[in-house]
């Protein structure tokens, strides 16, 4: 069974960083992509990044410039760097393993930047 658990959430002033990290329960080397979601009150989910089994990366325009996703395949860990937060970045963020029908997705992980 499939488990990704999240971690690296928290409340941060506008303007700061965060790292949140994503440990798979399986190997990720051939993992045809892993992302991270969010969602924040009242509203849908939503892709925030994604990165493919070729490495080839893929970001919503929100978030263009200031985060980045990347993965360290030996540890089976994504990451989402995430600099130059603004408050409407606040959401519960959430990882997630593969491609329609066959996703996995983690707990999610509150992330809160305040004004």
């Known amino acids: 069974q499939v488990q990704l658990v999240e971690s690296g959430g928290g409340l941060v002033q506008a303007g700061g960083s965060l790292r949140l990290s994503c440990a798979a329960s399986v190997t990720i080397f051939k993992i045809s992509a892993m992302g991270w979601y969010r969602q924040a009150p009242g509203k849908q989910r939503e892709l925030v990044a994604t990165?493919?089994?070729?490495?080839?990366?893929n970001y919503a325009d929100s978030v263009k410039g200031r985060f980045t996703i990347s993965r360290d395949i030996p540890k089976n860990t994504v990451y989402l760097q995430m600099n130059s937060l603004k408050p409407e970045d606040t959401a519960v963020y959430y990882c997630?393993?593969?491609?329609?029908?066959?996703?996995?997705w983690g707990q999610g992980t509150q992330v809160t930047v305040s004004s």
């Open positions: 997630s393993l593969g491609t329609p029908p066959y996703v996995y």
């Open positions: 990165i493919v089994v070729g490495g080839s990366t």
